[in-house]
Structure formats: C-alpha cells, structure tokens
C-alpha cells in the first residue's frame, strides 16, 4: 500500500537550504508512490504558543488553567482549535513525519517547538499514567533532519559544543520516543552556509540518495518502557541494571548508569 509521509518544515525562505532539503524529500517520496503532506509552519503563520485560545467552547479552570489538562479534556470531546485538529489528522493518516528546520539554539525553531507543544497534547499523544507506552504513533517512524550553522567537527565529544548524540536525545528520545514513534536515524547537514557549493551539492545528493531507502530503514534503539518499574516512581529494574553491569556502555544517552555513552546511539540504528 502507497504510504503517507508528513513533513513539518520550519523555514522562512523558499530560498534556503531547508527549502532545498524539504523539496528532495517531497520529490523523492513522491516517486516512489508516497503521498507527501507538506505542514509548512511560517507559511501557515501556525500559532507557536500554548494558550487557552486552543481550546473551543470555555475551559474547565479559567483561575488555576492547566494546559494539558484542558486539552485532555477539548482533544476527548471535540474541542480543540481547528488547526491542531488539522495537524493532529495529518499525524494520525502519517507512516512516517519529517521534521525539517534549521538547528535554533540547540533544538527547534520556536514556531515547531510550539507545534509539538500543541499538537502532541496529553490523551492524544502521550499519557502520565503510562509514559513512552501509548499505541497510538507505535508503527509510524519519525525522524529530524536539520541544518546547523556549526561544523561537524564542533559538536563532537572534545568540540567546544559537546557531543551531538547528547543534543539530540532531548529531542529524539523526549519527543519523537515519548510519544512512541519509531525514531529513525537524523538528517544533518553540517553547516551549509559555511561550505563549498560543491559541498553543499554533496550534502543534497546524499539525501536523496538516503531518501530512496528510507522507509526501509531500522529505527534507532531506546530502552523499552517495561524496563521501569511503575510501583518505584518509574526506575530501571533491578534485573535490567544487573544485566548491564559488567558492560562497557550505558544503556542510552540518558540512561548511561555512570558508565561512558554508547558511541553515536543517538545517530545510528541499532547501536
Ligand atoms: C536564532 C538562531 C539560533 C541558532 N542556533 C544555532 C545553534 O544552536 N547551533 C548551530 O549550529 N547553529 C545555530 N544557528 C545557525 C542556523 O542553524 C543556520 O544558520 C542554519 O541551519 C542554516 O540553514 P539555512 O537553511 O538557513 O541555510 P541558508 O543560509 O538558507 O543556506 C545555506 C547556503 O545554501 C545555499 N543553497 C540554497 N539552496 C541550495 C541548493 N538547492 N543547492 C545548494 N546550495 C543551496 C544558500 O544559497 C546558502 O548559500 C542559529 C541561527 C539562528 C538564527
């Protein structure tokens, strides 16, 4: 069966390398029988902040207003803004969502920051009680793909920015994980403004080149939440730390147990 790809793209300039990079992906996937959805954030001027305004028809606790809360409830009878409803359509027909934006501050452009904060709200996607485990996004894939201004060499373990697989896990395992999806390896492009055009021609074709195979591709490894014990606030078993104790490497990123990173697990599958 053809399958949906949507990609939510955050940049201003039609002109930019991002623009380039999102219309590979487009041309691409569509050649090979995909049906592309482009949600293209500055274009649709998409409201970047969490507001009462997201939710039709009052709100429960106008005094003490708790985002996720209220839009637990709106999302559950109906009542959520007309864009969000929109995108979160969009997520649900989707087998696999790109993110394309230039790196801000070691992460998102506000303007998608707000559309995870908005549009991955509390019941939809994501839940308290049972953290990394809804069903909902379990067999779609999902995956960033960015620009940087720095060089490769400068988000390394001894570069002066640190190293890249810790920049990502935020995004990648507090986001794109979280909220289930099966998170493939990321697209960067090392600082496009700053290379050769040869380069930057380098970096395109190797996309579509990447692209052709894509949705075949084995996601990136995270700890299983069944790993967490529930009844203890959510901590590692003891007989999955046991397991892991004569190891070289911690688990994760975040779940390094003292012990060094796995090299480049948030950049690699199945490392
Ligand atoms: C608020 C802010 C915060 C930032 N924070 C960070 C940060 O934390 N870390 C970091 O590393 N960087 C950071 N940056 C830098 C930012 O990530 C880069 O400026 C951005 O990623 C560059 O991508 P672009 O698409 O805007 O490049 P552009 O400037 O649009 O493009 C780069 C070059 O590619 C050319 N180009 C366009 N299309 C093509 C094509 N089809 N083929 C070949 N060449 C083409 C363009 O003409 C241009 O010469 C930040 C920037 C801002 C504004």
Same mark, same amino acid.
């Given at each position: ?53 997201? !939710? ?71 839940? /308290? ?6 069903? !909902? ?6 995956? +960033? ?14 570069? !002066?920015?640190?190293? !890249? ?18 998170? +493939? ?34 996601? +990136? ?29 911690? +688990?994760? /990123? ?18």
């Amino acid at each position: 069966m053809a399958k949906k790809v949507l990609l939510v793209y955050a940049h201003q300039s039609s002109g930019s390398f991002n623009a380039a990079a999102k219309d590979a992906a487009v041309e691409i996937l569509t050649a090979q029988g995909c049906t592309v959805e482009v949600s293209d954030l500055y274009a649709m001027k998409f409201k970047a902040t969490a507001t009462a305004e997201d !939710i039709t028809g009052g709100v429960k606790n106008a005094e003490h207003f708790s985002y996720g809360e209220e839009t637990k409830l709106a999302w559950e009878e109906g009542r959520l803004a007309a864009d969000i409803k929109e995108e979160q359509r969009k997520l649900t027909e989707a087998d696999l969502i790109i993110f394309q934006f230039p790196m801000y501050w070691f992460t998102v452009p506000a303007i998608m920051k707000g559309w995870f904060d908005r549009v991955l709200t509390l019941g939809f996607a994501y839940s /308290v009680e049972k953290p990394y485990s809804l069903e !909902i996004f379990k067999g779609k894939k999902a995956m +960033l793909s960015f620009t940087t201004g720095a060089h490769e060499s400068m988000f390394s373990a001894n570069g !002066i920015n640190g190293d !890249i697989n810790v920049t990502l896990w935020p995004l990648q395992n507090g986001v794109l994980h979280c909220c289930g999806f099966q998170v +493939l390896a990321p697209q960067i492009f090392w600082a496009p403004s700053h290379v050769s055009s040869e380069a930057r021609s380098a970096m395109l074709e190797a996309w579509r080149t990447r692209l052709q195979g894509l949705l075949k591709e084995e996601p +990136l490894v995270f700890t299983p939440p069944e790993c967490f014990d529930k009844e203890k606030g959510f901590q590692l078993k003891p007989e999955v730390h046991e397991k892991h104790a004569t190891k070289e490497f911690g +688990l994760t /990123v975040g779940h390094h147990l003292g012990k060094p990173l796995p090299p480049n697990s948030q950049m690699k599958a199945g490392v």
